[in-house]
């Protein structure tokens, strides 16, 4: 079992993510730059955070025209894991693997905090070992981070489980006061129809291990360690195909 | 009086490069298959609803405006206006 953390020009997560996976989730893990990126080498790969092509025209969008994003595309229809966080959720919006648009915050600020999410969904590839209802700290830092849909698609998503992250309070509720950065119903991290694609915009990378905590915790690591379940059990159901 | 919708355009001086604006014409249009595409210069557009007694009136302010304000920096940047018509 095999993952990938694509580098983009512009991408500053990758280290923090490469380290995560190898050594606190112990995934074995290559980091690779875009361009020699070969999806059908990997059982599942992360767009890592950061500003990809300097964010220019809009937050994303240059790479999600790359060819590495072509493979991560082929990757996500073999229903292999694809995570995209927070510049990588962009990149997943932008190349249409994910439904929705990221704005600018509506506070118009760039916000940096440990915010709180709440898992709606344990049905995908990187919540599977986390409840649904379970709450989550992880930080933010973004400036375009305002999840966006009109409301007929926002009705959609909660009744296909398309919702996996809502900002919430210490209560676990949706507040206004809870939502960083004004997303529409709270929301902070999507998934495809099928679950397989995630995207989110806080950082679970930072947020894996208890020393880079204020509060000791270290929620993040569910993100990861599901990962891994999710490869089990695709490796299993391989296993078992290949016997039979 | 009439309102008038006059559009601000600021762009980079030619002397000055524009790394934006080569990022989105390098990786993202030539690379995606649109050569005949020979360049790309980003900036900042504006469009105003401008109440004059006449689209020269309307100009004026809005240059007036972009001056005083330094809507612009007039040490890098160019500053274009066009009145555009007048808003129905």
Known sequence: MRVAVVRFPGSNCDLDTVHVLRDVVGVETDLVWHRYFDGSEYDGVVLPGGFSYGDYLRAGVIAAHSPAVKEVAEMGSEGKPVLGICNGFQILIEAGLLPGALLANDCLMFVCKWITVRVETDRTAFTNLSKEGRVLHMPVAHFQGRYVNDQSQVKEMFRDDQIVFRYVDDRGEPTPESNPNGSVSNIAGVCNLEGNVVGLMPHPERSSEGVLSPTRCSDGAVVFRSLMECLRVRGEIRAGCERS | ?88
């Open chain 2, 1 to 88: 009086m009439r309102t008038y919708v006059v559009e601000v355009v600021i762009e980079n001086k030619p002397a000055a490069r524009d790394p934006e604006g080569e990022a989105i014409w390098r990786d993202l249009i030539v690379r995606g298959g649109f050569e005949a595409v020979k360049s790309v210069r980003s900036g900042k557009y504006l469009r105003l609803s401008v109440e004059a007694g006449s689209e020269e009136e309307s100009r004026d302010l809005t240059v007036k405006m972009c001056n005083d304000l330094r809507i612009y920096n007039p040490v890098v940047h160019v500053c274009t206006v066009s009145v555009k018509g007048v808003r129905t």
